[in-house]
């Protein structure tokens, strides 16, 4: 009677070995099933590529003064639950500036990156709202996961230094075709938003 105690103990030890490695809880849902979402925000300093330490994460009503920042040229990226690729991240930005652009490659950056390279931007001094929302499939596709919302504004202390303006990764805008039947334009990269990052909108009424 010992022994079949012992065999029946060890053998209940296997299956519960068995679904701790298999990540289940009691519902019976793994853990790789939860889906993303965004737990705060960093700001990068595009000159230096680098996080700007007193902003990583970027508390909530954050005053940034671009003015500090060599080139004021910046970006933000989104600091998510998983920290790694798992589909896309849209990014929507409304107040003194406005946009909404699509990341389906992580680092999620909100102005893109290219090969690990950060694109710079400069905000013009104004308040705004950055919203991330993470979805399981590219394309903003897929199950959307949790958004995070950041208020902050933008305040420039030094109006008189120049811009960075050379380090923008983004493609001149192109003339439209004079032709009744133009050839159609190269597909933009989902990382573009016009008007936003051409500065469109920032032209004084």
Same mark, same amino acid.
């Given at each position: 009677?010992?022994?079949?105690?012992?065999?029946?103990?060890?053998?209940?030890?296997?299956?519960?070995?068995?679904?701790l490695a298999w990540g289940q809880n009691e519902?019976? @849902?793994?853990?790789? !099933?939860?889906?993303? +979402?965004?737990?705060?925000? &960093? *700001?990068?300093?595009? %000159?230096?590529?680098?996080?700007?330490?007193?902003?990583?994460?970027?508390?909530?009503?954050?005053?940034?003064?671009?003015?500090?920042?060599?080139?004021?040229?910046?970006?933000?990226?989104?600091?998510?639950?998983?920290?790694?690729?798992?589909?896309?991240?849209?990014?929507?930005?409304?107040?003194?500036?406005?946009a909404s652009i699509i990341e389906s490659m992580?680092?999620? @950056?909100?102005?893109? !990156?290219?090969?690990? +390279?950060?694109?710079?931007? &400069? *905000?013009?001094?104004? %308040?705004?709202?950055?919203?991330?929302?993470?979805?399981?499939?590219?394309?903003?596709?897929?199950?959307?996961?949790?958004?995070?919302?950041?208020?902050?504004?933008?305040?420039d202390s030094n109006p008189s230094a120049p811009?960075?303006?050379?380090?923008?990764?983004?493609?001149?805008?192109?003339?439209?075709?004079?032709?009744?039947?133009?050839?159609?334009?190269?597909?933009?990269?989902?990382?573009?938003?016009?008007?936003?990052?051409?500065?469109?909108?920032?032209?004084?009424?």
């Open positions: 009677m010992m022994q079949i105690s012992k065999c029946l103990s060890g053998a209940a030890a296997v299956w519960l070995a068995a679904g519902g019976g @849902a793994s853990a790789d !099933d939860a889906l993303p +979402k965004v737990v705060s925000f &960093t *700001l990068i300093d595009a %000159s230096t590529n680098e996080p700007v330490p007193e902003f990583d994460p970027v508390p909530e009503g954050a005053v940034i003064d671009i003015g500090k920042i060599p080139g004021k040229v910046i970006n933000f990226r989104a600091n998510t639950n998983p920290d790694r690729d798992f589909g896309s991240v849209r990014f929507q930005f409304s107040g003194a500036s406005s992580y680092v999620w @950056a909100a102005f893109g !990156d290219k090969e690990g +390279k950060y694109n710079a931007r &400069t *905000l013009k001094a104004g %308040s705004y709202a950055l919203t991330a929302t993470p979805y399981t499939g590219n394309n903003a596709q897929g199950d959307l996961g949790e958004p995070l919302t950041l208020n902050f504004s933008i305040t811009t960075a303006t050379e380090t923008y990764n983004f493609p001149p805008k192109k003339p439209l075709a004079p032709s009744p039947s133009p050839t159609p334009a190269p597909r933009k990269s989902q990382k573009e938003s016009i008007g936003f990052l051409y500065g469109q909108d920032e032209t004084e009424e």
